[in-house]
């Protein structure tokens, strides 16, 4: 069984950076995708970031490239978020997912919460202006 435990949010103050890691566990399938999700009050869950695990393809949503990454650690597996000059507007609960196998890079890229079975329980994240 594969479980995924998020870490690394918290409050902080628009401008400053966090680093959010999900810690994998279990046996997970090579090349599978793993996302970056979030969730602020009352509005869906957007798909903010995703990566091929393996050294594959990674993407971030329009609204928070060039500011947020995402990147693996595979003798860790752990996939991190960084993210940088945080705005009010990045404030949600961020939850890590990830597929159960193999989908194609540009699936992953897209971030259908459909395409993931697997999902951690969230870390929030809170920006003040």
């Known amino acids: 069984q594969v479980q995924l435990v998020e870490s690394g949010g918290g409050s902080v103050q628009a401008g400053k950076s966090l680093r959010l890691s999900c810690a994998v566990s279990?046996?997970?399938?090579?090349?599978?995708?793993m996302g970056w999700f979030r969730q602020a009050p009352g509005k869906e869950r957007e798909g903010v970031a995703s990566?091929?695990?393996?050294?594959?393809?990674?993407s971030a949503a329009d609204s928070v490239a060039g500011r947020f990454t995402i990147s693996q650690d595979n003798a860790k597996n752990t996939v991190y978020l960084q993210m940088n000059n945080l705005k009010p507007e990045d404030t949600a609960m961020y939850y890590c997912?990830?597929?159960?196998?193999?989908?194609?890079?540009?699936?992953?890229?897209?971030?259908?919460?459909?395409?993931?079975?697997?999902w951690g329980q969230g870390t929030q994240v809170t920006v003040s202006s």
């Open positions: 279990g046996y997970m399938r090579s090349n599978t995708c």
């Open positions: 997912a990830a597929t159960i196998s193999w989908i194609p890079p540009v699936d992953c890229g897209r971030r259908r919460r459909t395409d993931f079975h697997y």
């Open positions: 990566v091929v695990t393996g050294g594959g393809s990674a």
